[in-house]
């Protein structure tokens, strides 16, 4: 199989984080754009922008979306901390952001390179936006990876994360008309940063080990603060990475998602239709519903050997 060529949206966000080092090691990472999202956007591209030098790469960051499309911004410290990247002594970036213009750097890279993924692994803000200004994209790219929605939820009962924040611009990408992979809370919570392979990261040499260590460590922690009889935080976002680059790692199957965007409890959630009838409507998306967690972590474990010097 090909490499798959991506440019990676984010929020980072400590699975974010994860995400851009899955994606620099087993994809060609063409860019990164950050959204507003876990943290305020300055901070998401700071965070991006230290990821970047930790890992070596010369990759363009650009900044997205200060805020949703039509809801209120709304943040995530109470996983993330207030800086979105809390638990670790981090370097100041060296480099400043490409540009505060990630929506057209979107469209004219999807444009001059045919055949690329997005991967959104924050709010969708940027991605409906690119959509929306660029007819033309739906069918330039070659499909949209996307962390969020799923069965049940994390900020509301109903509502996972991303989704909430911006279900006008989750809707717009799940109308899209393209290929649409969705890697959900149900797949997602498989994934676990357990205590014996935060060890297993805290145990690798180099700087950027050490750094992600603790950063493991914060959000495993919060999360086992926050939730009842979880072993490990839910490392949801390097799942949309690594089902491109090791697909025979998931099962998916495709079915018909709306995202609810009027309910009083149910704003922002996914209905992933699974009923067994023939009237039911075309599916637009890859649902992806188990991951093989045990060779994933390795893999990510590896990535992280990898570039930790
Ligand atoms: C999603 O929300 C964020 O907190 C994480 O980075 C992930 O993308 C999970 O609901
Ligand atoms: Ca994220």
Redesign the pocket.
């Known amino acids: 199989m090909p490499t798959p060529s991506i440019i990676l949206d984010?929020?980072?966000?400590?699975?974010?984080a994860l995400?851009i080092v899955v994606a620099a090691r087993y994809t060609n990472l063409v860019g990164i754009t950050t959204v507003s999202?876990?943290a305020p956007i300055e901070s998401t591209t700071h965070n991006a922008l230290v990821m970047k030098d930790l890992l070596g790469l010369k990759v363009p960051v650009h900044k997205g979306a200060v805020r949703p499309l039509v809801a209120p911004p709304q943040y995530?410290a109470y996983?993330?901390g207030e800086s979105g990247l809390d638990g670790a002594d981090l370097p100041e970036p060296t480099s400043k952001h490409d540009s505060d213009d990630a929506v057209g750097y979107l469209i004219d890279t999807c444009r001059a390179t045919e055949g690329l993924w997005l991967v959104p692994?924050?709010p969708l803000t940027n991605i409906a936006m690119a959509l929306r200004l660029a007819p033309d994209l739906g069918r330039r790219i070659a499909g949209i990876s996307l962390?969020?929605g799923?069965t049940f939820g994390?900020?509301t009962t109903a509502a996972?994360?991303?989704i909430w924040?911006d279900p006008e611009a989750a809707d717009v990408v799940f109308n899209y008309g393209g290929p649409l992979v969705m890697a959900g809370?149900h797949l997602?919570h498989q994934f676990r940063a357990t205590q014996a392979r935060i060890d297993r990261v805290k145990a690798l040499p180099g700087q950027l080990a050490n750094v992600l260590g603790d950063l493991m460590q914060f959000f495993t922690d919060t999360y086992m603060r926050r939730h009842h009889g979880m072993d490990g935080g839910?490392v949801?976002?390097p799942c949309s990475v690594l089902v491109l680059s090791h697909p025979d790692l998931f099962v998916s199957r495709p079915a018909h998602v709306v995202v609810e965007l009027n309910g009083t409890h149910t704003r922002g959630m996914t209905l992933i239709d699974q009923r067994d009838l023939k009237e039911v409507l075309e599916p637009n998306c890859d649902v992806l519903w188990e991951i093989e967690a045990e060779p994933a972590f390795d893999l990510m474990i590896d990535a992280i050997a990898h570039f930790s010097r």
């Open positions: 984010c929020d980072p966000g400590h699975d974010d995400a999202g876990n995530a996983v993330h692994t924050g962390m969020g799923g994390n900020r996972e994360f991303n924040v809370l997602t839910a949801h976002d």
